[in-house]
T-cell receptor, first 111, second 116 residues
Framework: GENVEQHPSTLSVQEGDSAVIKCTYS??????FPWYKQELGKRPQLIID?????GEKKDQRIAVTLNKTAKHFSLHITETQPEDSAVYFC??????????FGSGTRLSIRP | SQTIHQWPATLVQPVGSPLSLECTVE??????LYWYRQAAGRGLQLLFY??????ISSEVPQNLSASRPQDRQFILSSKKLLLSDSGFYLC???????????????FGPGTRLTVL
């Protein structure tokens, strides 16, 4: 069935260092891969996404890469800041109306 | 602009009692609607999604049900709550209009349900 696996479940990095979160998906029909950030007590919000016809996308300190052959995609945050502390979810969309989320990564930035 | 409402914000219910959570969307037509559950410290589990009035797809077997009586209204229900139903319930919508990012989910504020 459709599944998205996300690793690691928790990640702690020194402020200023980079953080990488990785996901794999099972449904080869997936063509849209968003990343959501959920701050404590708040709703998830989209921070960046990538479509299957693109291998990499960057937005300031955040970048996503996609390897469609291997069914892997990753989130890279450079020069991490305290406000980057949150839970991050990857997701894969196998159809226009359906989206499957990963289990989340709790990112902590150490001062 | 589009707005999504959920109520109640918090709910404490005894085991075996019924449940009704409501979600409404404003400012868009014919949205895709979703119900997710987020257990404490866990990820987002898709429970139901709907592409139109009366059209409900269920993702996991459970004692919950969903209904979409109107285009912008999505209801999550249960006849008898279980302890394992406790969690944070999020409603979300996405649009199929070209002006929106494909399947970007816009989440409601959520309902925190505690079953005792």
């Amino acid at each position: 069935g459709e599944n998205v696996e996300q690793h690691p479940s928790t990640l702690s990095v020194q402020e200023g260092d980079s953080a990488v979160i990785k996901c794999t998906y099972s449904d080869s029909a997936s063509n849209y891969f968003p990343w959501y950030k959920q701050e404590l007590g708040k709703r998830p919000q989209l921070i960046i996404d990538i479509r299957s016809n693109v291998g990499e996308k960057k937005d300031q300190r955040i970048a996503v890469t996609l390897n469609k052959t291997a069914k892997h995609f990753s989130l890279h945050i450079t020069e991490t800041q305290p406000e980057d502390s949150a839970v991050y979810f990857c997701a894969a969309s196998p159809s226009a109306s359906k989206i499957i989320f990963g289990s989340g990564t709790r990112l902590s930035i150490r001062p | 602009s589009q707005t999504i409402h959920q109520w109640p914000a918090t709910l404490v219910q005894p085991v075996g009692s019924p449940l009704s959570l409501e979600c409404t969307v404003e400012g868009t037509s014919n949205p895709n609607l979703y119900w997710y559950r987020q257990a404490a410290g866990r990820g987002l589990q898709l429970l139901f999604y709907s592409v139109g009035i009366g059209q409900i797809s269920s993702e996991v077997p459970q004692n919950l049900s969903a209904s979409r009586p109107q285009d912008r209204q999505f209801i999550l229900s249960s006849k008898k709550l279980l302890l394992s139903d406790s969690g944070f319930y999020l409603c979300a919508w996405s649009s199929r209009l070209a002006v929106f990012i494909d399947n970007e989910q816009f989440f409601g504020p959520g309902t925190r349900l505690t079953v005792l």
